[in-house]
Every structure is written in structure tokens, then in C-alpha cells.
T-cell receptor
Framework: DAEITQSPRHKITETGRQVTLACHQTWNHNNMFWYRQDLGHGLRLIHYSYGVQDTNKGEVSDGYSVSRSNTEDLPLTLESAASSQTSVYFC???????????????FGPGTRLTVL | GQQVMQIPQYQHVQEGEDFTTYCNSSTTLSNIQWYKQRPGGHPVFLIQLVKSGEVKKQKRLTFQFGEAKKNSSLHITATQTTDVGTYFCAQRDYGQNFVFGPGTRLSVLP
């Protein structure tokens, strides 16, 4: 069965360190997204990609970067982790087919990141 | 940017009572989606509404899109403990992305 996975599921790191969160999907979806979830803010978009070699900034992109070298993976990198980046991170994918968007986003299980 | 408002932020109900959450936008929406996130889990897609005044049902859940396409509601009839979680609405922005509301957290007391 197709799925979307994230690793690690939990990560504790120190301020200033570089951290990379992995996201892998086997849906063969073109669109992939990274969100962070904090109490009272819902899901906020960090970066997104509509296909290989395509990346775009979302609402809260400062301090984060992504790369898309293949369809399946969209790793999220925190260049220099800050305590404000302590959060739960969700990766999602979706497909747009033909002229009618299906739009459904399939979310991964999430990564809980703590920056000390 | 686009903002999505949801009310209430929290709702505690006794099992068997009904529950409704509302999603409001300042702009006319092309469509709207609803997601459910169980405690400790990830958001799961429930439904998408596209047409003005559209009403869709999934068992005890009724979803409605306003006539002006600026608001939506999710109504659960006779809540059960399995309904516990946070319900998010999401509206489409100008691209292929969705902007999520802050969610309504539902607690169901047995």
C-alpha cells in the first residue's frame, strides 16, 4: 500500500545545530508540503514543491530549506536550529490530476522536534 | 494573506450530544476541506466541498458550504468517544496550497 513516512519520529537537538527531517512518499504524488503545528496556530506551511527540482517558500519559511531531487522525497533542513523551531512537523503530499484537482492531502505521522 | 477563522476553539460535550464547528473566511472560497486529527495523530482528510450551498453527509457527520461560499460547518450528531480530536477546515489559496484554520478541539465525556 502507498504511504508517506517521516523520520525521525522524535528528535532532540541543541541550538545552532543543523537538523534534517526526512519525508518519503510512495504515492507518486507531484505535490509535497511541510507544515509545522503549534498550539493555537493550526498547521502553518513552511515549504512546498510541485515537482522535481521545484521548491517554494510558504508562510513560515525563515530558517528552513528543502530540496526535491526525486518524486518520493522532500527533506526539510533547519540550517541553525533555534528554540522557536521546537514544534511538531508534518509532511504531506497530494496529486492534481487532469483538469479537476483532487486536492486531498495525505499526511505523514509527524516528527516531534525539540530544540534545547 | 488569507485567514481562516474557526469557532469554537474548544468544545466539551457529553457523549450523545451534538457538536458543531464553524469555519469562516473573509473572501469567497473556491472550495473548502475538512480534516480530523486524533490526539497524538496526524490530520486525516474527511471531505471537500465545492458548490455553493452544498451539503454532504458521512454517517453522523454533516458538512455544509455556505450559499456565499464564505463559510462552512461540520455537524456531528450524537457524538461518540471516537469523535474526539481536532477538526480543521482548510481553504485554498491562490495556488495549489491550502491554508488551515486553527482547529476546534472536541472532547467527549463518556
Amino acid at each position: 500500500d502507498a504511504e508517506i513516512t517521516q523520520s525521525p519520529r522524535h528528535k532532540i537537538t541543541e541550538t545552532g545545530r543543523q537538523v534534517t527531517l526526512a519525508c518519503h512518499q510512495t504515492w507518486n504524488h507531484n505535490n509535497m508540503f511541510w507544515y509545522r503545528q503549534d498550539l493555537g496556530h493550526g498547521l502553518r506551511l513552511i515549504h512546498y514543491s510541485y515537482g522535481v527540482q521545484d521548491t517554494n517558500k510558504g508562510e513560515v519559511s525563515d530558517g528552513y530549506s528543502v530540496s526535491r531531487s526525486n518524486t518520493e522525497d522532500l527533506p526539510l533542513t533547519l540550517e541553525s536550529a533555534a528554540s522557536s523551531q521546537t514544534s511538531v512537523y508534518f509532511c504531506a503530499s497530494s496529486e492534481v490530476s487532469g483538469g479537476a484537482s483532487t486536492d486531498t492531502q495525505y499526511f505523514g505521522p509527524g516528527t516531534r522536534l525539540t530544540v534545547l | 494573506g488569507q485567514q481562516v477563522m474557526q469557532i469554537p476553539q474548544y468544545q466539551h460535550v457529553q457523549e450523545g450530544e451534538d457538536f458543531t464547528t464553524y469555519c469562516n473566511s473573509s473572501t469567497t472560497l473556491s472550495n473548502i476541506q475538512w480534516y480530523k486529527q486524533r490526539p497524538g495523530g496526524h490530520p486525516v482528510f474527511l471531505i471537500q466541498l465545492v458548490k455553493s450551498g452544498e451539503v454532504k453527509k458521512q454517517k453522523r457527520l454533516t458538512f455544509q458550504f455556505g450559499e456565499a461560499k464564505k463559510n462552512s460547518s461540520l455537524h456531528i450528531t450524537a457524538t461518540q468517544t471516537t469523535d474526539v480530536g481536532t477538526y480543521f477546515c482548510a481553504q485554498r489559496d491562490y495556488g495549489q496550497n491550502f491554508v488551515f484554520g486553527p482547529g476546534t478541539r472536541l472532547s467527549v465525556l463518556p
